[in-house]
């Protein structure tokens, strides 16, 4: 134990009705509190109580229309987070935006602006678009290939850096009673490059973070790549000990190799916890949550999502993880499917066992309060996550039922906080300010 | 006198420390003030409690460096209105944002995201963006030409009105018990244009205000056929009552000629009013407050500006309106130099009285708060102007020295609100609900 006590970082999603597209059905509310800016209000109040380090809403800039589920994406993040900061106090704001289709001055403005006027709250997750339906909102060209979108998005994070930092804080101090400011503060940035060409300075001088904290979500190749760049909270899907043992020494190495300090590298992966008196009732809450109704439902789910024939399928039998890797070449997040195939090469499962591991591609945990306090410590105790970004499979509800039974439990066991202390995000991570060029 | 009285619009501009580039060094404040959201959480209070409409960001997407005065447009102004809006009640916000330089998608989502979340308090001014440093912060391509810039942005705002409204309210009311929505009720727009290429739908519904209140700023040829196309708040410089009426009429005129209703336009042009005891006092700010320091600084600025040899030049001879007339080629804001030339145009004017007439472009009263009052109804009661967008030279000092001074006098004149009635931007405005293609 040093000096500064090793903390358990919490994360909370708080996108529409929860994670889940079916656990709408048994969820408190009604349809109109997707659009409320008030329902949101209560959720994040409801994570404040929690003592979240921040909630985090996902992003996709285009709506999902699937007629059993529910509209996932709705009001802007940014936007939100901006209301929500002034409403709120303490907690922080993970604000997913696209590198693909967004430009890096509007995108550095925008969020330099939102991290001064929540006193250094923003966490910005920036995401390589990867959806053809995304693609069509924003022009006739189809997606870039992948290798393209993580280069681009590499480079843009490059130019918003230089951006965020392009005024010289120091220059603050020495100036003419004559003058309101030293106009060379501000330095173009005169960044010419692959993709983007920004003369700068930035219009808005340097925020309370040094810049936001930049989140990265992929855990492709590239997605690593990026990450060991420029991540700092790195989300992702990690369904096992030596899974996430692995992704984080590669991480952490590919950060060594590009000259980054890997200390400043936070892993907090998506979790769904579901909450029973007992492991069968939580059993049974997974069944309809998912929307299968049955464990047989699940297991059915389960063939058809992984393309297996269903003749004469074992649920019982230990699948083999070769079969599970995902095809790098199809569009969509390669990284989420990676989790599976990663549980099942350090892991002997069976399809009954598989089902019962991760929901909505992320790490599922199922049990009472204890069972599911103890799961979450684990992984954190030997530093294989430093925490978690917890996916509720119904807002409010599952919320609630975290704050009320297991926070408790985890502020006993003395891993957790149990008031908030710091200001800024960077701070409550323990993430070093960033480099600026003016020193 | 109709059955709903004709009521003066104020709005009220908070850039920074205020219009007038030099006007600083008389303000209350230091130079943390442009970077202090508590600041312009009071400017907002201010104006609310002087029951203006709305307060107005102008905005510009780089920085300007002028070394004699500051920084104007700094934190993002629709991440400033969203903050403002939920600390502040009743007020609207006029957000500027450039149409050459965000995709459609991007910006109908966040503006429709700020308008739910304000209660329908949104009026976006969409600027076509006109200065080569802004274009240098976006790309290695120059300015596309005027004309270009103006057709972009007129179907910027056909496809921004598509996905506004790519939600069918109605659909709301009629959905089975075992689904959350009818996901039929949002629809693509597959606009496919010159300058735009487009599937949608939104991933945001219908807002309050069916969309944001568009305003426009243009009066050069390109900006009054935007205006009238899609302008329902005109914010533009008129000095003058002919070039008022003139231009209000050329506005209306397009409009029905497009197709288009010209009841729902409301021109509230720039005012810059500097109060003094008496007219000589109120004189004598304009020099400070324009940093000329004197009439003969003021003249010898007119000189300058306009380009004018000053040898034998005489400020006592009246003006020949012809050489005042704007180069429509020059890269700049042709339609502030307009102003000038109207103004000539209608009157005969010597320097010595012109430099009196405007100030930063905008029409300019000086006086008493009673002289200052009567100017403003001058040209709002015959329907020269629907009321005005008060550009105060020093913030807080001259929003303060208005709300206690002129508001009282033009309520008491019974042309101006003693209280906040209306909840959205378009009941204030008396501006109808945009057509929705569901009818």
Known sequence: MTATKRQLHLNVGINTTGYLANAWRYRTGDRHDINNPDYYRRLTELAHKGLFDAVFFSDHPALMTDPNGRPFHTIDPLILCTVLAAQVPDIGFVATMSSTYNSPYNLARRTQSADIISGGRMIINIVSSFNPNVAANFGAEPLPPRSERYAKASEFLDVAKRLWSSWDPAREGDIPENRFWDAASAQAIDHSGDYFTVQGPLNVPVGPQGHPVIAQAGTSEGG??????????????????PAGQAFGRKVRDRAIALGRDPSAIRIVPGLVAILGKNREEALRKHELFSGTGSEDGLIARFIKD??????????????????????????????????????????????????????????????????????????????????????????????????????????????????????????????????????
């Open 224 to 241: 690593i790549d990026l990450a060991a760049r420029h991540g700092e909270i790195i989300y992702c899907n990690i369904l096992s000990r």
């Open 306 to 439: 992984n393309g297996i024939n269903p003749d004469g399928f074992d649920p019982d039998a230990v699948l083999d993880p070769e079969r599970f890797i995902p095809d790098p070449n199809r569009i969509q997040a390669v990284g989420m499917g990676l989790g599976l195939s990663d549980l099942l090469s350090h892991e002997q499962l069976t399809a009954r066992q598989a089902v019962r591991r991760s929901e909505g591609h992320h790490r599922l945990v199922l049990g009472t309060p204890e069972e599911v306090a103890d799961a979450i410590i684990d992984l954190w105790a030997d530093g294989t996550v430093d925490g978690y970004t917890l996916q509720p499979p119904r807002a409010p509800d599952d919320i609630e039922e975290f704050v009320t039974n297991v926070i408790p439990i985890l502020q006993d066991r003395g891993v957790y906080r149990t008031a908030y202390e710091e200001k800024t995000m960077r701070e409550r991570y323990g993430l070093p300010y960033p480099f600026n060029r003016f020193g």
